[in-house]
T-cell receptor, first 110, second 115 residues
């Protein structure tokens, strides 16, 4: 499990785009980059996963540069309900013991 | 559709008592995980079941902790002789298989408080 570093917190406003960058300098060849979202009193929820370039789903986009040493989660047009903690992980292909760090606490203001 | 279900949602017990926490994974998911999350902290891996293979118990913090998975479905996490430091939210997750490309789906956890 590669060590990841992400900002502790970010503030935004409704309707804005939120970009959270995660660094994983020691990412291994077979690591996938995965993001989870967690609301208070709930379990983490899978948002998006990618290996390289760009991945987009109905919730977010994930941008991964060619060197894969960082990744950026992009949340388009956030709403108040996007206030949560967002966790970035770089996982090896074998072994799936998720170890979340502190994550990024995103606060969306009206 | 049905997600991962955990029970009870809250458990308060006295120090020294045994507790059992239950997890019902998503139907068809062969991989099941238990984690612990202390207040304001990240996730701590406890144990991992994959199909009929021997479980990976490498994250269990002491021999007071044990888990079983019957019939490849429901799992029970047991904590014997509970201590105050066991207070945390215990989360269960399941995935289609054990591969990295299979995201884990979490329940909402059991909040355990040891008095």
């Amino acid at each position: 499990l590669a060590k990841t570093t992400q900002p502790i917190s970010m503030d935004s406003y409704e309707g804005q785009e939120v970009n959270i960058t995660c660094s994983h300098n020691n990412i291994a060849t077979n690591d996938y980059i995965t993001w989870y979202q967690q609301f208070p009193s709930q379990g983490p929820r899978f948002i998006i996963q990618g290996y390289k370039t760009k991945v987009t789903n109905e919730v977010a986009s994930l941008f991964i540069p060619a060197d894969r040493k960082s990744s950026t989660l992009s949340l388009p047009r956030v709403s108040l309900s996007d206030t949560a903690v967002y966790y970035c992980l770089a996982l090896k292909a074998a072994g799936n013991k998720l170890t979340f760090g502190g994550g990024t606490r995103v606060l969306v203001k009206p | 559709g049905a997600g991962v279900s955990q029970s009870p949602s809250n458990k308060v017990t006295e120090k020294g008592k045994d507790v059992e926490l239950r997890c019902d994974p998503i139907s068809g998911h062969t991989a099941l995980y238990w984690y612990r999350q202390s207040l304001g902290q990240g996730l701590e891996f406890l144990i991992y079941f994959q199909g009929n293979s021997a479980p990976d118990k490498s994250g269990l913090p002491s021999d007071r902790f044990s888990a079983e998975r019957t019939g490849g479905s429901v799992s029970t996490l047991t904590i014997q002789r509970t201590q105050q430091e066991d207070s945390a939210v215990y989360l269960c997750a399941s995935s289609l298989a054990g591969g990295t490309d299979q995201p884990q789906h979490f329940g909402d956890g059991t909040r355990l408080s040891i008095l």
